[in-house]
């Protein structure tokens, strides 16, 4: 989309091939790599999760989450930098992991550090990616902001 067209001096019948590559960008953002809901049932022994074959590849994610069995997930793999994954927990039986802010790890805000937030049913978690490529380089998982169910 191109914020400076249509110009105030464009002829009328210039203005549906405006509204059509509008029309195009906002389907593009909508279906494409824009924003997204996940509904996410965690297998029992996972300790990592996969951008693209578990999450989404969408830019902004809501993630509802739940789990077969207690897990511990300590990685994200295959994210790319600015991508948001909200998750909001089902259950009782997801714990994040805290790691260095290396390789895929989540790196949590909260002490004591390297711990494990085990999230509750109506917890929410909210994770950045910093420094992945979607590639060879999954950059770390940065902790934006969590909510922790009190009722």
Known sequence: ??????????????????????????NALSSGSGVGITDLTIAAGAVALTVGTDLGLFGFEIVI???????????????TQGQTKVFV??????GIVDGLAVGGAIYLNQLPALSTF???????LALVNVGGDGSTVQGYWKELFRQVALK
């Open 118 to 124: 085990s999230a509750q049913a109506n917890d929410v």
């Open 89 to 94: 927990f089902q259950d009782n039986n997801v």
């Open 1 to 26: 989309m191109d914020a400076t067209k249509p110009t105030d001096v464009e002829n009328v019948s210039a203005l549906p091939a405006y509204i059509r590559e509008t029309r195009a960008a906002i």
């Open 65 to 79: 989450v739940d789990a077969d069995a207690a897990v511990n997930i300590a990685n994200i793999l295959g994210g």
